[in-house]
């Protein structure tokens, strides 16, 4: 048995979970934790959007200590650390919250809590730091640019593999800085991009590749490409049909001034990279790829791109589905959504 304490945005947490198929999922009403039976502990380990996850620990707790090589442990409940730290020699106990991420715990320390009469612990955290790499220390960045949030991106990736499980090869044709790169590289995907200019991707690309968390033996191929447009030459995608990761045209940036008539004509431009794409990408492989990407989402503002989206979709035959849930920053007037095309 296991639990989960699911990050905010519960609807893509509960999407990205079908990717590792929890046998027996009960969700507690505040839709921040999920109590399952079984899931494919790997695959749990890949997720992004848990925060962390216990598993019930299924033999005699002093047998537990004997074999733990962290002697110090978190409980949940103070009277309780008291007793165990006595029962077991402990060193030392400490009591955080259930929702914490404190790299301190998670690097040294057991975590436990007991819930009647189990006991769980603690087998995996989220992988912030990358996130915090992929985010932060890539060199070439610009805050005039939207970047992907890697977590999202990560999140992404997952949602695709609870669908289309065959596929290896990542493409992003508006990858402005790599953060699919990033991600597709570091879960051993190989990885195509392309963007009207490569500027930003060339270069943080030569920085990951050196860096320790690389995978260098995937393939990693890249060219100038308008998404519009048709593909000069298909054999870059070696007859594969990728998978289509992506966050295209968010611009440009809503301020407290922009009117409503400007906000149409800002979608209007979106829209104009977006269906296009969207057809050229049901024609040019073999079959239709699976596409899981983020669009605009204009906060007080009527939106008229997801409508548009869903028309020439399903025109060109893919099934459409979409989160409802917004991805949002505090100060954020634009909000993403996510799309599925299948
Ligand atoms: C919001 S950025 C993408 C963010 C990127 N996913 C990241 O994480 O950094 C949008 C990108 O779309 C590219 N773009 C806009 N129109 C395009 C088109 N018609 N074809 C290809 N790329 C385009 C821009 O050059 C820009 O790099």
Redesign the pocket.
């Known amino acids: 048995m296991y639990f989960a304490v699911l990050w905010k945005n519960k609807e893509l947490s509960m999407k990205e979970l079908e990717y590792v198929n929890p046998k027996n999922l009960h969700v507690s009403a505040n839709q921040q934790i999920v109590l399952f039976d079984e899931a494919d502990e790997g695959k749990l380990s890949d997720l992004a959007w848990l925060v962390k996850w216990w598993k019930v620990i299924d033999w005699e707790l002093s047998d537990f200590f004997a074999k733990a090589e962290k002697r110090i442990l978190w409980v949940s409940d103070k009277q309780l650390g008291i007793k165990m730290k006595k029962q077991f020699w402990l060193k030392r106990f400490k009591q955080v919250d259930l929702f914490h991420t404190d790299l301190e715990v998670k690097n040294k320390w057991i975590e436990l809590i007991k819930i009647g009469s189990k006991w769980w612990e603690v087998l995996w955290y989220q992988n912030i730091k990358l996130y915090e790499v992929v985010d932060f220390e890539k060199p070439w960045r610009s805050m005039q640019?939207?970047?992907?949030p890697a977590k999202l991106?990560h999140t992404l990736i997952n949602i695709w593999l609870s669908i289309d499980k065959e596929q290896t090869l990542i493409y992003?044709?508006?990858?402005?800085?790599?953060?699919?790169g990033f991600l597709a590289n570091y879960f051993w995907y190989d990885f195509l991009w392309?963007?009207?200019?490569l500027t930003?991707a060339d270069k943080n690309y030569s920085w990951w590749k050196d860096w320790k968390w690389s995978t260098p033996d995937k393939e990693f191929k890249f060219f100038v490409?308008?998404?519009?447009k048709d593909y000069e030459d298909m054999s870059i995608f070696n007859s594969k049909t990728p998978l289509i990761i992506?966050?295209?045209?968010?611009?440009p940036i809503i301020k407290a001034s922009t009117t409503d008539e400007q906000v149409k004509e800002y979608q209007r431009w979106v829209k104009n990279?977006y269906l296009p794409?969207i057809e050229k990408m049901a024609t040019v492989f073999e079959r239709k790829p699976v596409m899981v990407f983020t669009i605009p989402w204009y906060i007080w503002y009527e939106n008229l791109l997801e409508h548009q989206i869903i028309e020439t979709a399903e025109k060109v035959g893919f099934e459409f589905s979409s989160l409802q849930e917004m991805y949002k920053r505090e100060q954020h007037k634009v909000a993403r959504k996510v799309i599925i095309l299948k």
């Open positions: 640019m939207w970047m992907m991106t992003d044709p508006f990858v402005w800085s790599w953060t699919t392309s963007d009207l200019k930003f490409h308008d998404a519009t992506t966050e295209g045209w968010l611009w990279v794409w």
